[in-house]
């Protein structure tokens, strides 16, 4: 049971376009969610979170919307650049004192060509 | 500021034995949590420490378990480990609010031979 799904399992875009990386979830109790952006034989950093109160958060290059009803996020990264080829993972939590348990999809490998 | 470090890096085990990992976390972070990661299911949380009690379970066997000390600092321990305890463990810390950014370590490798 996959409560939290990244559909495409990978992503080529060309440097100087916009990657659009997409999360399903199925929990209606998640109320915070996250991203974070792995390379090999490191650990996850995080980038852009969401609270389930907002629709829209941006950082620099990065943006995270959130749509509850269609329990769907998506992660735009404007523009690309080749540094940002790695593996993405959306996260989710219910927050609260339940936000350290957090629940991740199965990541989604973005590739930027120069 | 020094980052979440996690020991050893990687570690080889057989079938049977068992094991201890240890994460440091950053500076006045209270909370850890503790993450498996396989290529089979993905990246799944094991348990969450905060300030010496366990807030936060996974779906884990009791096999695995953790502990925190009073400087935060977190161990889990896996004990008659099975082939398919082989994964990362990663571990994150926080400093423990409902929004706070939560850090990773680079992780530990574990392979069960």
């Known amino acids: 049971d996959q409560q939290v799904k990244q559909n495409s399992p990978s992503l080529s875009v060309q440097e100087g376009r916009i990657s659009i990386l997409n999360c399903d979830y199925t929990?209606?109790?998640?109320?915070?969610f996250l991203w974070y952006k792995k390379y090999p034989a490191e650990g996850p950093t995080f980038l852009i979170s969401?609270?389930?109160?907002?629709d829209k958060n941006e950082d620099g290059r990065f943006t995270v919307f959130l749509n509850k009803s269609a329990k769907h996020l998506s992660l735009h990264i404007v523009p690309s650049q080749p540094g940002d080829s790695a593996v993405y993972f959306c996260a989710a939590t219910p927050g609260g004192t339940s936000y350290g348990k957090l629940t991740f999809g199965q990541g989604t490998i973005l590739t930027v060509h120069p | 500021k020094a980052g979440v470090t996690q020991t050893p890096r990687y570690l080889i085990k057989t079938r049977g034995q068992q094991v201890t990992l240890s994460c440091s976390p950053i500076?006045?972070?209270?909370?850890v949590s503790w993450y498996q990661q396989t290529p089979g299911q993905g990246l799944q949380f094991l348990f969450e420490?905060?300030?010496?009690?366990?807030?936060n379970k996974g779906n884990f066997p009791g096999r695995f378990s953790g502990r925190q000390f009073s400087n935060s600092r977190s161990e889990m321990n896996v004990s008659t480990l099975e082939l398919g305890d082989s994964a990362l463990y990663l571990c994150?810390?926080?400093?423990?609010?409902?929004?706070?950014?939560?850090?990773f370590g680079p992780g530990t490798r574990l392979t069960v031979l």
């Open positions: 994150a810390s926080f400093k423990g609010g409902p929004t706070d950014t939560q850090y």
């Open positions: 500076s006045g972070h209270r909370s």
């Open positions: 969401i609270s389930s109160i907002k």
């Open positions: 420490y905060f300030s010496e009690t366990q807030r």
């Open positions: 929990n209606s109790m998640f109320d915070y």
